[in-house]
C-alpha cells in the first residue's frame, strides 16, 4: 500500500477494461485519480466504486481526440488538485481490417484516438508537469506497435506510432532537465471489452480465443490487473531510472 501516495493522476479510458484496473489500483496505492472517459455512466461507477473503498477521484467526460476538451480536462485536474504527477493515456480503439479492407474513414478514426489522442496527452501533461518539475507519463501501446497482425492495420500503424513517439518525448524531456519521465506499455492479449469485441469481429469468436490464447507461451490471455501493475510500476518511484523504455507484458508473445 502506498506506493503513490500524495500523487495525482490522470487516467484517460478509465470506464472499463485496462484503465478501469490502472484507476482503481493508483486509487488503492494512495493516488488521487481523475478518471477521464466518454462513457460517463461507467465512468461515474468506477468513481463510486473508488471512493466508497476510501479513495479519492473524480470523473471528467474527455474525448482524447479533441484539443480543446484536453485543455478542459487538464484545467479540471489543476482546478481540484493542483498538480499532475501522473498521466496514463491508455484510452483507444481497434478496428478489425486488413489493408485491403480498411477504410479512410476507419483509419483515421484509429489515429485520432488511439495516436493523436496520446499525442495531444503527452503535449498536455508536459505543460503542467513542468509547473512542479516532475512526473511520469505512461502511454499504451501493444505487442501491435513492436510486430505486426494483418487484420490490425490501423491499430499497428497507431500503437506503432505511439511506441517511438514515447521515445522521442521521452529524450526530449530528460535533454530538456523537466524530470519527466516517459514509457510505454505493450500488452499482449488482455481479457477486455475491447478484446472480446475484436475476437467476435474475426467471425469465429471461440476459434479465435482457442487460436491466439496459444500464441502466447504461458497458455492464456492476461488481465487487467497484469497491465494495472505494470503502470503502478512506471507511476511509482521504483522506476526512477527508467524513461523512453517499453515494458511488455505479453505472456511471451513477442519472444518467439
Given at each position: 500500500m502506498g506506493r503513490v501516495d500524495g500523487k495525482v493522476a490522470l487516467v484517460t479510458g478509465a470506464a472499463m477494461g485496462l484503465g478501469q484496473a490502472?484507476?482503481?489500483?493508483?486509487?488503492?496505492?494512495g493516488a488521487k485519480v481523475m478518471v477521464s472517459d466518454i462513457n460517463e455512466e461507467q465512468g461515474r461507477a468506477v468513481v463510486k466504486r473508488?471512493?466508497?473503498?476510501g479513495g479519492t477521484a473524480n470523473f471528467y467526460r474527455h474525448d482524447v481526440?479533441?484539443?480543446d476538451q484536453w485543455d478542459a480536462t487538464?484545467?479540471?485536474?489543476?482546478?481540484?488538485?493542483?498538480?499532475?504527477?501522473?498521466?496514463?493515456?491508455?484510452?483507444g480503439i481497434c478496428v478489425a481490417a486488413n489493408i485491403e479492407d480498411t477504410t479512410l474513414e476507419d483509419w483515421r478514426w484509429t489515429m485520432k484516438i488511439n495516436l493523436d489522442g496520446?499525442?495531444?496527452?503527452?503535449?498536455a501533461g508536459v505543460k503542467l508537469m513542468k509547473e512542479t518539475r516532475g512526473g511520469s507519463i505512461i502511454n499504451l501501446s501493444s505487442i501491435d506497435g513492436i510486430i505486426g497482425e494483418s487484420p490490425l492495420a490501423a491499430y499497428c500503424a497507431s500503437k506503432g506510432g505511439v511506441r517511438l513517439l514515447t521515445k522521442a518525448a521521452a529524450l526530449h524531456c530528460a535533454q530538456a532537465g523537466y524530470k519527466i519521465r516517459i514509457n510505454s506499455i505493450h500488452p499482449g492479449y488482455i481479457h477486455t471489452p475491447q478484446h472480446e469485441k475484436y475476437l467476435r469481429d474475426l467471425g469465429d469468436y471461440q476459434g479465435e480465443w482457442d487460436r491466439k490464447a496459444k500464441l502466447h507461451p504461458l497458455g492464456h490471455?492476461?488481465?487487467p490487473i497484469d497491465i494495472a501493475n505494470a503502470v503502478l510500476f512506471l507511476a511509482s518511484d521504483e522506476s526512477s531510472f527508467m524513461t523512453g523504455s517499453e515494458m511488455v507484458v505479453d505472456g511471451g508473445y513477442t519472444a518467439q
Open positions: 490502472t484507476a482503481e489500483l493508483l486509487a488503492r496505492e473508488i471512493t466508497e473503498n481526440g479533441e484539443p487538464i484545467a479540471e485536474v489543476k482546478r481540484l488538485y493542483g498538480r499532475l504527477d501522473i498521466l496514463v493515456n491508455n484510452a496520446v499525442f495531444l496527452g503527452t503535449k490471455f492476461g488481465k
